[in-house]
């Protein structure tokens, strides 16, 4: 790189006061003003020259340009996310140089970084549904496979899963970002320096330790976040770094429960295996984690998070409740409960002697029966006639005489307010 290029790098990082207006062109790009800096550069909100569409664009520091071999790691690894089309992963269009200024180009999120977000409490249901977005964009990147260069790359790892780097946008789009991008492979103490401390929180002691890195590193790093986003704080936090680096080694954090006894316990398992020291005792799919969270939301709002998401944003209202399982045991004990009260009232009703009904006849006569429905009843005496179940409201009543087969007519039928007892008054006989 010229001295000249030098400069032009230079100018760039210094006249981008952050949120003031700039007006520097970058290959085909008008920087317009910057919106952030990490620590591999610094990134701008930019408007493509030719389709005049606006991007985000990210200028790499000067001294990680300088280094050649992090350039081709730069390239190969945008160049292979660049393949990505998922609606929960910020696309990449391009990267150029441009006078010594390496670059790259990609989708403006309007929107905020969840590390804004976790500036105050979110609710649960919130925290879950951004982590199953995540878990979205996971699932098609690390069954992604990808030809660069006649060779085939699968396996794709995130490795820099972290609250910068999910982004959700203001109509409530969850977009990882980041992906695999410029980053050192090995973890050095000349690498742990600036922003790149905010980033060992998260990491997996296998990442910490320089060892091979798969999908469950961004199982372990997911899990993190998701501790985070309950608890307000990070399992692995604090100092001094050394000290972070050893609890992260020995798996040393408080556990969900004791900082919040009430949470549901399924919401506590769910991170405790995410994060677990032992990649082998992890999730050992993005997918397995997802189905967890999935299960413990209403399916209405699985089916449409953004809305939940734009809505929490926009007025910042818990609307959503996680199915808990005590709620799920108490709605089991009141099914299982009722089924028995039923299942007894038959049963009582079933083995209930019958209940009798009275009807009274007024008649001195012997030999009467009653008729109620076609169906006849003897007199047990003169004036009783006891009748099993009868229904409420008398259809077809009358009175029978069987001495002399005549039908007892012009009967004055009086029923009393619990219709147990029927008077039948007889006026005139046949
Ligand atoms: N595609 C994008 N659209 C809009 N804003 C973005 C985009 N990418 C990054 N940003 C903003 O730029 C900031 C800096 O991003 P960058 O990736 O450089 O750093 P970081 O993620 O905070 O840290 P690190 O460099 O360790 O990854 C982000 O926090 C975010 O606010
Ligand atoms: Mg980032």
Redesign the pocket.
């Known amino acids: 790189m010229g001295s000249h290029d030098k400069e032009k790098t230079m100018v760039i990082q210094q006249v981008s006061d952050k949120g003031n207006d700039i007006d520097c062109i970058i290959g085909e790009y008008t920087l317009l003003k910057e919106i952030g800096r990490?620590a591999?550069g610094v990134?701008y909100k930019a408007r493509h020259t030719g389709l005049e569409s606006i991007r985000a664009v990210k200028v790499l520091a000067q001294d990680l340009a300088k280094k050649d071999e992090f350039l081709r790691r730069f390239e190969r690894e945008a160049k292979i996310a660049s393949n990505f089309q998922h609606p929960n992963i910020v696309t990449i269009h391009d990267i150029g140089a441009n006078e010594g200024a390496h670059y790259i180009s990609m989708e403006y999120v309007d929107g905020v970084t969840l590390k804004e977000i976790l500036e105050r409490k979110i609710p649960l249901s919130i925290a879950l549904l951004i982590i199953l977005e995540v878990c979205k964009a996971l699932e098609y990147v690390h069954d992604k496979k990808i030809t660069y260069r006649g060779e085939m790359y699968g396996d794709i790892v995130h490795r820099?899963i972290?609250p910068?780097?999910i982004m959700v946008t203001h109509m409530g789009n969850v977009k990882l970002?980041?992906f695999g991008i410029a980053r050192p492979v090995n973890i050095t103490d000349e690498t742990i320096t600036g922003t790149m401390i905010g980033t060992i929180s998260y990491m997996s002691p296998e990442q910490l330790n320089g060892q091979a890195v798969d999908r469950r590193t961004d199982i372990y790093s997911l899990g993190v976040v998701l501790y985070e986003m309950i608890t307000c704080q990070k399992p692995f936090g604090g100092e001094p770094i050394t000290k972070v680096i050893q609890n992260i080694a020995s798996g040393n954090y408080l556990p969900l429960q004791r900082l919040l006894p009430s949470l549901p316990k399924k919401v506590s398992a769910i991170v405790s295996k995410a994060i677990d020291m032992d990649k082998n005792k992890r999730y050992q799919n993005i997918s397995d984690m997802a189905n967890d969270i999935c299960n413990l939301l209403p399916q209405e709002i699985v089916s449409v998070p953004e809305k939940a998401i734009a809505d929490y944003l926009k007025n910042g209202a818990a609307i959503l409740v996680v199915k808990e399982r005590k709620k799920g045991r108490l709605l089991l004990i009141i099914g299982v409960v009722g089924l028995l009260i039923m299942l007894l009232a038959a049963a009582m009703k079933m083995f209930a002697p019958t209940k009798l009904c009275n009807i009274v006849v007024n008649t001195d006569m012997t030999g009467i029966q009653v008729e109620l429905d076609g169906q006849r009843f003897s007199a047990e005496d003169k004036t009783y006639v006891l009748i099993p179940d009868v229904p409420k409201g008398i259809h077809a009543l009358r009175v029978v005489s069987i001495n002399d087969k005549t039908r007892l007519k012009e009967q004055k039928i009086e029923v009393d307010e619990t219709f147990e007892i029927v008077r039948v008054k007889l006026l005139e006989e046949e």
Request: avoid cysteine; charge should be negative; charged fraction near 35%.
């Open positions: 990490g591999m990134v820099d972290k910068a780097n970002t980041d």
